[in-house]
């Protein structure tokens, strides 16, 4: 069985620099999505959520200056 997606040309050229000489886009789109890993919600403790907050707040703000 046969799909067709439309995108647009800006999306086709991105898609073209990810692909591999030697693969379909088929294949290229397989690839791409097999390697999405869903979010595992709750993967964090309390406190590694709390650290993971406090960094992202300090990067923030070092934007900042």
């Given at each position: 069985?046969?799909?067709?997606?439309?995108?647009?040309?800006?999306?086709?050229?991105?898609?073209?620099?990810?692909?591999?000489?030697?693969?379909?886009?088929?294949?290229?789109?397989?690839?791409?999505?097999?390697?999405?890993?869903?979010?595992?919600?709750?993967?964090?403790?309390?406190?590694?959520?709390?650290?993971?907050?406090t960094a992202v707040k300090r990067s923030r703000e070092s934007f900042e200056?």
């Amino acid at each position: 069985m046969s799909t067709t997606l439309r995108v647009s040309d800006d999306t086709k050229a991105l898609l073209e620099h990810l692909k591999r000489d030697d693969e379909t886009f088929d294949e290229l789109l397989e690839r791409l999505a097999q390697s999405e890993k869903p979010i595992n919600v709750g993967a964090w403790s309390e406190d590694q959520a709390d650290r993971a907050r406090t960094a992202v707040k300090r990067s923030r703000e070092s934007f900042e200056r």
